[in-house]
């Protein structure tokens, strides 16, 4: 009978994966925490199934692929860090609104983190790594921990084969016939997350040095492979989503109390009704104060406490400091650094032969949005769908998104027939 | 032809509609669809008075009432646009056209009668979790009409008629919300019904014995519908954003119909008919959800549609083999109406092939059970919902049996 139903549908012909030039039969990826599935703010067992190196795997699958095994966290909480999640919450003015909180739950903590999962790995993505990070002996090393600065991370601690091992010995003895690369977001972007402060800029030597290394290793026995770019971090709601000039004020009151307390104008520093630059430490302020208001292409970071604006008086009667801020020199250091590395990456790229990712343009076209089987998709914070709530880090449909533009250079380069995943099948930021 | 055949029957009776071109049905007398749907410039029995009700006062009869059912089984295949394997089929629920007329000569010149009939409808069932479930998941259309019609033969040769059509219509849709919650995706029903007016109007010719020509006009007819409930299943924060009893207003045109004809009497026993059908589709422009209650997140929203004109061309034969029995056969092609940029899942209907093939069995001389048989391919194409950035290739098979009987005297 079932045979006969068949029959009455009609036929097409069926699409036909193929790997073209390429070879998947093992392939591992190589990054930081988006390779790894880090997403709001942590790393969790769904969040990492989700990573777009895991949904590029499933679909070479059925072009040849192979299996493909992740770290996985055994937790839902989290390991070493908790989860964010959207839900109802009152502030410090009694007004309840929606909003990221820490989800709570039992994250995974020392030194149960750093258990061996006793293994061998696909995904070689690693949080917090930068481009050097990856070539570093002893980045697993547990020893390295105490180190200071420490010299290991705790999230490759968990699956490094040795002690003296580096991300890139391990990956390339993984004996790939393919292999991603997304690294570089750290070195700018551990900068940025910061406000500048406590961490530096990757020096492009180094930069280049880091992943001259990695892609000749991991070339060296044939394996093919595609490198993405970094996005500027204006396409990301870390740094967007709060405005710089998001002081409103509604009285003239506030607006008289704050100008008289700022000298009138004399400090440089102004207030009117409705939307007001926000006040920010700076010690090299020409005024003298250490305090001026923010300009235009500066941004405020998500991390930012939003309690303290709104009953604290930051940004207006105390300023920002300067860890939650990033100033125009910082933003143009930002973006030299971004450009400088995209430029080594879409060199390293062409004269590999490799498949290259160019995300960051993908996420700048992407800015007047994206549309995918009837789901609307934008780059701001909660609405936007394609960052989860860590506002750096994807959702599974950000994932899939990026796992398909993954898969359009891979098939470009390489001939080859992957099927796109179906973003529509994977969750959107889960409202309560 | 035996494989199409078994085809054919197994296929029907596992019984389930998307026929002709958008959501027009042309399913109105079993004699016309065993023919290629060719009407126009026949006069058969009551049946005229859809078809063009200027012949109904050539019907030979005293009396003529005619009823009958098409039960349609559709089945539309989508293949996502590469690369993708992703794949998908309808399910759709059985769509069951139906007819009935009844008419009466008054006398020699004037003939008056009834027409019910079902000449707009979709119903199609793509599924909860299909991929395109944010364009659609389910869409019911169902229209009956209502046509008193006055038939006048001025003389032998030319008759005039035409009826006022009283249409009512329901409609039914569901889709996906790209909002998740716990319980995943969001949903929004719609159902709503109305009525509406119109008319139809035809002439039909009678230059000879062996010649009819006839022209056949439909009316526009738009399905206002007003108030029909909006509901909203989302997760509970988003409530604000989409009220759970919303009101939906919306307007779906079903559009104006010119169709000419000819038929001409080969010999005594073979009768030949063409006919063009001219659909004016172009009035469906977009579709446009007009909600009682906006908020930010929900607008009125505006799906261009942008449906094209287009003919149909139809040809039927009719072959009396005694006073028994006639055989017919015919088919016509049936063009895409629809916009290849604004190609939706909801209205999958595709360049139409139709064959078709009927019989007409008269066991007492009053009596005439007719039967038909439509087998319409919507042939392979390409295409895109551009708005929502949805596309594939689409092709469809659907089989539509024909029961009917005729009494006249």
């Known amino acids: 009978m079932l045979l006969v139903a068949v029959s009455c549908e009609p036929k097409l012909d069926e699409f036909v994966p193929s790997s073209g030039s390429a070879d998947f039969s093992k392939y591992v990826s190589l990054g930081n925490s988006l390779t790894a599935g880090y997403a709001d703010g942590a790393l969790y067992t769904s969040g990492q199934s989700y990573s777009y190196a895991n949904l590029i795997a499933a679909q070479m699958k059925k072009a040849g692929g192979g299996e493909f095994v992740q770290p996985v966290v055994t937790n839902e909480d989290g390991l070493l860090a908790g989860k964010l999640k959207l839900e109802i919450s009152t502030n410090c003015l009694g007004v309840s609104s929606l909003g990221p909180i820490p989800a709570g739950g039992t994250p995974t903590g020392y030194p149960a983190a750093l258990a061996p999962v006793g293994y061998a790995v696909n995904n070689f993505g690693v949080p917090g790594a930068k481009s050097y990070h990856l070539v570093a002996p002893g980045y697993g090393n547990p020893a390295g921990l105490l180190a200071i600065p420490p010299t290991a991370n705790p999230?490759?601690?968990?699956?490094?084969?040795s002690p003296t091992t580096s991300v890139l010995a391990d990956a390339f003895a993984a004996q790939p016939t393919f292999f991603s690369l997304w690294i570089g977001n750290n070195d700018v972007l551990g900068y940025s997350t910061s406000g500048g402060m406590g961490d530096v800029i990757t020096a492009p030597s180094l930069f280049t040095l880091a992943l001259n290394g990695i892609v000749a290793q991991m070339t060296s026995a044939g394996a093919k492979g595609v490198i993405a770019n970094v996005p500027n971090v204006t396409s990301v709601p870390f740094f967007t989503t709060i405005p710089y000039n998001g002081l409103v004020l509604t009285e003239q009151a506030q607006v008289d109390a704050l100008n008289a307390a700022y000298g009138n104008g004399l400090l440089g520093i102004s207030f009117q009704l409705g939307q007001n630059p926000f006040v920010i430490s700076d010690p090299s302020a020409p005024n003298g104060i250490g305090r001026r208001q923010l300009k235009q292409g500066?941004?405020?970071?998500?991390?930012?406490?939003?309690?303290?604006?709104?009953?604290?008086?930051?940004?207006?009667?105390?300023?920002?400091p300067g860890q939650y801020i990033l100033d125009e020199n910082e933003v143009a250091a930002v973006n030299v650094a971004t450009t400088a590395f995209n430029q080594v990456i879409s060199d390293l790229a062409s004269a590999n032969g490799l498949a290259l990712v160019d995300v960051n343009s993908f996420l700048v076209n992407a800015k007047s949005g994206l549309v995918y089987d009837g789901i609307r998709f934008g780059l701001t914070y909660v609405t936007g769908g394609v960052f989860s709530l860590d506002g750096i880090h994807l959702t599974p449909r950000g994932n899939a998104i990026v796992a398909n533009e993954f898969i359009k250079a891979i098939n470009s380069k390489y001939n080859a027939s992957v099927p796109l995943v179906n973003v529509g099948d994977y969750p959107g930021i889960v409202f309560p | 032809m035996r494989k199409l055949t078994m085809l054919a029957v197994v296929c029907t009776f596992l019984f389930s509609g998307v026929y002709a071109g958008g959501y027009q049905v042309g399913l109105h007398g079993q004699k016309q669809i065993g023919m290629g749907l060719v009407g126009t410039s026949l006069t058969f029995d009551a049946?005229?008075?859809?078809?063009n009700p200027g012949g109904l006062s050539f019907m030979k009869p005293s009396y003529s009432f005619a009823l009958g059912v098409s039960p349609i089984r559709s089945f539309t295949v989508f293949r996502k646009n590469a690369p993708s394997d992703y794949t998908a089929s309808t399910d759709n629920p059985l769509g069951t056209p139906f007819y009935f007329y009844g008419a009466a000569k008054?006398?020699?010149r004037l003939s008056a009668g009834v027409a019910v009939n079902t000449p707009y409808g979709n119903s199609l069932s793509w599924g909860k979790d299909w991929d395109g479930r944010y364009l659609i998941q389910d869409l019911s259309l169902k229209a009956i009409f209502f046509q008193p019609t006055l038939s006048y033969k001025i003389n032998d040769y030319i008759g005039i008629g035409a009826g006022f059509v009283f249409a009512t219509g329901t409609f039914e849709l569901s889709k996906a919300l790209p909002v998740t919650g716990a319980n995943g995706d969001g949903s929004v029903s719609l159902n709503g019904s109305t009525s509406a007016m119109g008319f139809n109007a035809g002439v039909l010719l009678h230059p000879s014995d062996k010649l009819d020509i006839g022209i056949d006009y439909r009316s526009k007819i738009t399905m206002d519908v007003t108030g029909a409930d909006a509901k909203f299943t989302v997760p509970a924060t988003l409530g604000g954003n989409f009220p759970a009893d919303n009101k939906v207003s919306v307007a779906l045109p079903l559009p104006s119909n010119l169709d000419f004809g000819a038929s001409y009497k080969a010999t005594d026993k073979l009768l030949l008919a063409i006919s063009l059908n001219y659909v004016f589709w172009s009035v469906y422009d977009s579709l446009i959800f007009d909600f009682e209650t906006n908020t930010p997140a929900l607008p009125?929203?505006?799906?261009?549609?942008?449906?094209?004109?287009?003919?149909?061309?139809?040809i039927g034969g009719e072959y009396t083999v005694n006073d028994k029995l006639a055989l017919r056969a015919g088919g016509y092609y049936d063009p895409s109406p629809v916009n290849d940029m604004y190609f939706s899942p909801e209205t999958p209907s595709l360049n139409n092939i139709g064959l078709t093939a009927g019989l007409s069995f008269k066991p007492v001389e009053k009596l005439s059970i007719d039967l038909s048989f439509l087998y319409l391919m919507g042939m392979e194409a390409d295409k895109n919902y551009t708005p929502d950035n949805f596309g594939g290739t689409y092709k469809s098979r659907i089989y539509i049996p024909g029961f009917g009987l005729t009494y006249n005297f």
Do not use: H
């Not at chain 1, 500066?298 to 920002?320: H, M, Y």
């Open chain 1, 155 to 161: 999230y490759f601690v968990r699956f490094a084969s």
């Open chain 2, 300 to 314: 009125d929203s505006k799906n261009p549609r942008l449906y094209k004109n287009k003919m149909i061309f139809r």
């Open chain 2, 47 to 51: 049946s005229s008075m859809f078809y």
């Open chain 2, 106 to 108: 008054i006398n020699d």
């Open chain 1, 298 to 320: 500066e941004f405020v970071l998500l991390t930012l406490p939003q309690d303290s604006l709104r009953c604290a008086g930051w940004g207006s009667q105390k300023p920002i």
